[in-house]
């Protein structure tokens, strides 16, 4: 395992982030302490350092479990959460953006997790309701008072996330420096309008949900005793998996993994969170570490899911609106 700055920090992490939504059984499909704990030892043994959770994941089960498991070297970690969902569904109160939800969760996470400081700590979603000046002032004094260390933002606009970083630097505030979101090969939303804003910030962002669920494995293409989240999954789905079984067949590798890499290789600042529900899988993630694929591969793989970037952008990138914007100098301007 390789480290990179996240975002526009100095703060070195492990260039996989691992994924803890898994570890509990809380929901009914979550791995055992047991298990989780084989999972999380063979993420730090790859020299994995970058640990997500969230502060409602298996009913909190999942922070507990990494407060333990961390316990013996907690400074070696860095270890990011999040708040936004509801604890309390009768409550107003115990879910949002807000202040007083903020302040109630950051509270739990640290109990839960046995520390008192949390390194990365994320907005969960935005609510669309509370002000931006109130989550950034209040996030920047958690960090002035030393219980976080770094912000983020996940499933958030791209407008959000980009007010909030102008008003953090306007008035002093910490900026964000990570985004989280969903992105694979068969979902490609992030291009539009998310990666270009975390590039122009300066921002990392980390990407879940690169495997679609299990459904880019291959798993559904034919028969087999694999456990499944559904009973089955579309066209579109399966042909693209037909694509990485053949493209992992050329690297000696597995379906998983070259979906992993497909996302990681697309920009420097894309940090994969992996996870999984047992250390054979977790492992079989891992082997990504072991290739990358050829600029050849990578096309192959983007023309198998295009992406239309629509308006603005490809109206702005059309010729005859450069042509109507720099006459006939653009392909003369170095950019």
């Known amino acids: 395992m390789r480290y990179k700055l996240l975002g526009k920090s100095g703060l070195r992490v492990s260039e996989l982030c691992l994924g803890t939504m898994t570890f509990g ?20 043994k790859e020299d994995g350092n970058f640990i997500d959770t969230s502060n409602n994941y298996t009913n909190g ?9 961390i316990k013996n070297d907690r400074d ?9 969902l509801t604890e309390r569904k009768s409550d107003p109160n115990f ?22 400081h949390i390194d990365l700590f994320y907005l969960h979603m935005w609510d669309y309701v509370t002000p931006i000046e109130e989550v950034m002032r209040a996030l920047d004094d958690l960090v002035r008072a030393g219980k976080i260390l770094y912000v983020g933002m996940s499933d958030t606009p791209a407008w959000v996330v980009s007010q909030a970083n102008a008003i953090a630097e306007l008035r002093g505030w910490s900026r964000l420096v990570a985004l989280q979101a969903p992105y694979s090969i068969a979902d490609r939303a992030l291009e539009r309008d998310l990666i270009p804003m975390v590039t122009a910030h300066d921002m990392s962002v980390l990407t879940w949900g690169v495997l679609e669920g ?10 087999t005793d694999e456990p499944k989240r559904s009973s089955d999954t579309s066209e579109k789905i399966k042909k693209i998996a037909s694509l990485l079984m053949d493209i992992a067949k050329e690297v000696d590798g ?41 600029q050849e591969q990578m096309q192959r793989l983007n023309d198998s899911s295009p992406i239309d970037l629509g308006f603005p952008h490809s109206f702005l990138s059309s010729d005859h609106v450069r042509g ?3 006459g006939e100098t653009f392909s003369k301007i170095s950019i």
């Open 324 to 326: 109507l914007i720099f």
């Open 254 to 294: 597995t379906p998983s993994q070259v979906a992993i890499n497909w996302a990681r290789q697309q920009s420097k600042n894309i940090i994969p969170i992996i996870g999984a529900r047992s250390e054979k899988h977790l492992k079989d993630n891992l082997g990504c570490l072991d290739f990358e694929l050829t």
């Open 214 to 223: 299990g459904e880019l494995t291959g798993k559904y293409n034919s028969p």
């Open 76 to 84: 070696h970690f860095v270890i990011a959460t999040k708040y936004t």
């Open 25 to 44: 059984n809380d929901w009914g499909w979550g791995a055992e302490k047991d298990e989780s704990k084989k999972m999380f030892d063979l993420f730090v």
């Open 61 to 69: 089960t999942s922070e507990k479990f990494i407060g333990e498991f």
């Open 95 to 116: 879910g949002g953006n807000h202040r007083k939800n903020m302040m109630r969760s950051i509270e739990g996470s640290l109990q839960r997790l046995n520390t008192d």
